[in-house]
Every structure is written in structure tokens, then in C-alpha cells.
């Protein structure tokens, strides 16, 4: 073990302690759903992305099993060298029809979805243009082009800012390829892009859009489908990706486009090149988490009901949701130590849910992200308005009183 570097992780971690943004994973040890067992306690699970409580679906886990018995459990090779399986391609055309395009390119993560296609549609002619509360995700792919992309430079634009948008298109016009990126619904605040109004901007000032759709996916939209599916954008946005580990329940990210995009992609996506190909179990899974979405409308309407209470309940008690307008729902607290406190009380009153704190979000801007999901009850939900009431009395958090 090299000192040098044993001392400066040690460094590193003291600092992150210091500063109340150190972490310590709890560890789940039943199946995600609404109530789940964690640390050994029983607890209301506010934390996941499970959105439509699809991870545990009977039809979704049989599927899995059935492809098991079929396929075995890896694929064996990166995709093109022989890692695609006639399940995964099953998997792509089921996407590209559920997403109204003529074809999706399926990686093992929504993140390598992000990094895979981003760099390959760029050059250092072109520019990215950039919604200032885009995912982790999107900023790692675009720091992984070539193309001009700073906040310092004015590539970055105030959070869903049309105007400012558009002053950054004029500013623009002499590069190559511009892209618009946004997230479809922001991870940690829950709203909604203005996506009609960027794909006019878009159209206007000859750029080109790119949506991640992450949060979006089985939450807005027909069936789920997204926010092109929202807003009826069919046919304007280029690029759009999408995730399969959230709502979806299982594991994988897309990209829904053209067929020269997907063609490209499968030539030049470094993640899809040079990663091996999901288990044929995680295809097979997919595309029965796609039959359930497509032919069982109640987790959909399970899922916003339960949105719609959970943040009516949270307001009524004076609880900040910040502008939420989808599951997502955060409470907000301010102060990175205080959002622990918070999460700590919240934890000893049999709720999980996390505090958001930097670098994930702006420091100062600490919140409580909580989601609720068709797999909660009305009494799970019940049960953590009780909790957070308990928390705030706990707490003196001052932003929550
Ligand atoms: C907006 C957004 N994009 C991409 C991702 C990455 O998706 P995945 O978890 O499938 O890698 C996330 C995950 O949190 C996200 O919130």
C-alpha cells in the first residue's frame, strides 16, 4: 500500500466528515417496495426510484426467472463482438416503438447512456448548451467532448431560463453542431423542463435537443413514455434517453432516436464498444416491465395519487416541496448539518429517505428527497407525515418550522 496515497484518502474522507457530506450506505436486505427492511429495522422506504413498483413485479421477476432457465445468466461478450442476444434486440424494437422512433440503442446503465452517446455526437466545433441543474451524468458526458461547453465561457443557462436560452443561441451561431441538453424532470428538484418552449428555440435557431428522460420514464406521458409523449413532441426532439433501473425496475439506459443515430452509436458509443452486454435476464425482465406499463394503466395512476397526497399532506403542514411538480418531492432544509439531523430523526421514526446535500445540489440548498411510488399505501404514507412531523420537533430545523 503506497502511504502517500493511504494519507491523502484519509485527508479526503476527515474533510467530507467535517463538512457534513460524508456517507455511509444503509444496506436494504428485503426486496425494494414501500416498506422494506433495512439495518435490520423495518422502515417506510421514501429513498427509491422504483416508481412504479416494478422491481418486484410478479410478471417482471418471472420473466427474469423464465429467461434464466432459457438464456443462463451472462451474455458473455461486449455487443458487437457477440453479446447481442435476440433478446436484446427484442428489448430495442419494444423501446422504439413504445418511444414513437425508429430506433434505440440500449446500454447497461442510464449513465453509460449519457457517456456513450454524448462525446459521439460532438466535435470541437460544436458547442453544448446546458440547463444549470442537469444530472452528474450529463455533465460527465459532456466533459468526456471535445465540443465548448463551460459555465465560465456562457454555455450554461439559469434553470429553465428561456430567455437566457436564447441570448446563449444568438451568442452561438458560429459553431458547427449545437446541442441543447436538459434533463426531461430534474432528479433533485422534481420539475418539469419547459421542453416546448426549448424545442422552439431549438428549431429557430437551427440547434439540436437532447432530453434525459431518466425521471421522466414511466412517469409522464402515455403509458409512461416520457416527456416527447407529454408535451405530443413526436418527431422534434433528436435524442432522448431514457432509463430502465428507475421506474422500469430493473437495470440499463437507451438512446431513442433516428436510425443513423443508432447506427452511429453502435460504431462509435464507447460504453456500448468496449462494456459486455446486460445478462439476456435484464432484457427479458424489460420487455415484461414494458407489457405491464403498456396494459395495466393502475401503477401509473397508483403512482400519481400517491404523488399528489404525499405533497398535499407535506404542505399542508408547512413542509417547502420546492416546486415539485412529479414524484420527486423534496423537502427542503438549507444547511448540510441540519439536513442530516433531519435524515437521522426521520430514520429513528422508522422513515428512510435521504438528505441531498452537496455535491449533488448547490451548497446551502440541502433537502430531504423523498419519492413517493405505487408501492406505497395509504398508510405508509400516512405513517411518514407522522414521522417527518416528529422530526421537525426533534430537530428545531429552522427552515421547517
Ligand atoms: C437525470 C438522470 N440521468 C441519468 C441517470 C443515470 O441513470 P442510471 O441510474 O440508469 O445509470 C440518473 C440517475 O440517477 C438521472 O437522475
Known sequence: MNDGLQSWLGA??????????????????????????????????????????????????????????????????????????????????RLAKFKHVEAVLVFTSGFTANSGCIPAVLTDKDVVISDELNHASIIDGVRLSPARYKKSEGYVYSHKDMTHLESILKNTQSFEKRMIITDGVFSMDGDIAPLPDIVKLAEQYNAFVMVDDAHASGVLGKNGAGSTSHFNLYGRVDIQLGTLSKALGVVGGYIAGSALLKDWLINRGRPYLFSTAHPPMVAAALIAALDVMETDPEPMRRLWDNTKRWKAMLQAEGFDTMGSETPITPVYIGDEGEAQAFERALWDAGVYAICIVYPTVAKGKSRIRTMPSAAHTDEDLDFALKAFIKAREQTHVASVH
Open 12 to 93: 479526503q474522507i476527515d474533510g467530507l466528515k467535517r463538512d457534513n457530506l460524508y456517507k455511509v450506505p444503509k444496506i436494504l436486505e428485503s426486496a425494494a417496495g414501500g416498506r422494506v427492511r433495512m439495518n435490520g429495522k423495518e422502515v417506510v422506504n421514501l429513498a427509491s426510484n422504483n416508481y412504479l413498483g416494478l422491481a418486484n413485479h410478479p410478471k417482471v421477476r418471472q420473466a427474469a426467472i423464465d429467461a434464466i432457465e432459457k438464456w443462463g445468466v451472462g451474455a458473455g461478450a461486449v455487443r458487437w463482438i457477440g453479446g447481442t442476444m435476440s433478446v436484446h434486440q427484442e428489448l430495442e424494437e
